[in-house]
């Protein structure tokens, strides 16, 4: 869906992206222990799911497409746009990851 974002930029318009932490969020993140995620297998599978590692979000109730972090970060490539910062969120271990794109 990142294709249908450049054309609705300027030049040199900015699009942010903020989710959730393709790294360290999903059903194959297992995060009983506060200060070690483990990653179960799954991690690198693209599909759509409602398992979580919480019960306190939305995603374990209508689900969301999971896309590990390689292939999330490809999809702005061929969108045309281009990096200009990354930013992680959540501590011990992160649960946000924006990035800061910009039409050529």
Do not use: N
Request: contains cysteine; charged residues 20%.
């Amino acid at each position: 869906m990142l294709h249908e974002v450049a054309p609705a930029l300027r030049p040199g318009g900015v699009f942010v992206h903020i989710g959730v932490h393709p790294c360290f969020c999903g059903g194959f993140a297992d995060r009983a222990d506060a200060d070690a995620v483990v990653i179960r297998p799954g991690y690198l599978d693209s599909r759509w799911t409602t398992a979580s590692w919480t019960d306190q979000g939305i995603r374990d109730k209508v689900g969301a497409m999971h896309w590990p972090l390689p292939e999330l970060l490809h999809a702005f490539l061929p969108a045309g746009l281009l990096f200009e910062q990354f930013i992680e969120g959540g501590a011990p271990t992160p649960t946000v990851l924006a990035a800061r794109t910009r039409k050529p």
